[in-house]
């Protein structure tokens, strides 16, 4: 629900998802709205088959790390993309079976490993979007679903209709359309969580008076995981 950083929020009864053994209410807020996200991005938007390969931008975020847990339980190799050696370590940690800094030459660095090009790129950053098009194979699709870098920078989109590559997006609240749809949904994010498929990164905890602390925790890039507010 929107606006819920307040210690009472009015939810519409069919937006509200039961909760199974094993899911505390910590777990669910960590992980609802970025695991939501990494499902309908790996079942919707590229439907992740095994033997691809993925790349994931922002791997030690919260989305980008349970990416890489979806793809690798969907059987995808998963190449991940950091802004810190501190990320790197944690994005391998995750399960990521190559990780490269944003300072590095990339580029090179993945078409090194895939000389074809990787099958899907996750793209969260808008301003690497003609490298992230570089790296994705004839063929190959690039997921937008988030501008971290402020803006779109495409390149030139003849050379996308030449090589046939295809960039698609979504928005989550485009595939929660029902109640069942959203409790299906969850209920398979749910069931690999319990069965241990999936970790869900720790949370980073704050006051819910501290509100101003969090979003600038958030806006400084120190992130790993998911950011709560507890009143």
């Not at 998802?17 to 777990?27: Q, R, V």
């Not at 994705?136 to 803006?151: C, M, N, P, S, W």
Request: hydrophobic residues 45%; aromatic residues 6%; charged residues 20%.
């Amino acid at each position: 629900m929107p606006f819920a950083n307040a210690e009472l929020v009015a939810v519409p009864w069919e937006h509200a998802i039961p909760l199974p053994d094993g899911i505390s209410f910590e777990t669910a807020a960590s992980v609802m709205l970025q695991g939501l996200t990494a499902h309908f991005l790996t079942a919707d938007s590229h439907n992740i088959r095994p033997g691809e390969t993925a790349l994931v931008h922002a791997a030690a975020g919260g989305v980008g790390q349970l990416l890489i847990q979806i793809c690798k339980l969907l059987g995808a190799k998963v190449i991940g993309l950091a802004s810190s050696d501190g990320k790197k370590e944690i994005a391998l940690a995750t399960g990521a079976d190559a990780v490269f800094l944003y300072n590095e030459d990339w580029k090179t660095k993945v078409l090194d490993l895939c000389p074809q090009g990787v099958d899907v790129v996750y793209e969260s950053i808008g301003t690497t979007m003609e490298t992230s098009l570089a790296v994705t194979k004839i063929r190959g699709q690039v997921v937008l679903f988030g501008l971290a870098g402020g803006k779109l920078e495409l390149g030139n989109p003849l050379w996308i209709i030449a090589n046939s590559k295809t960039i698609t997006g979504g928005d989550l609240w485009d595939y929660l359309t029902s109640r069942e749809e959203r409790i299906k949904r969850a209920e398979q994010l749910f069931a690999w969580i319990v069965a241990g498929k999936i970790n869900v990164p720790l949370p980073t905890v704050f006051p819910l008076a501290e509100g101003k602390k969090a979003h600038d925790f958030m806006e400084m890039r120190k992130s790993t995981g998911k950011v709560l507010l507890v009143p």
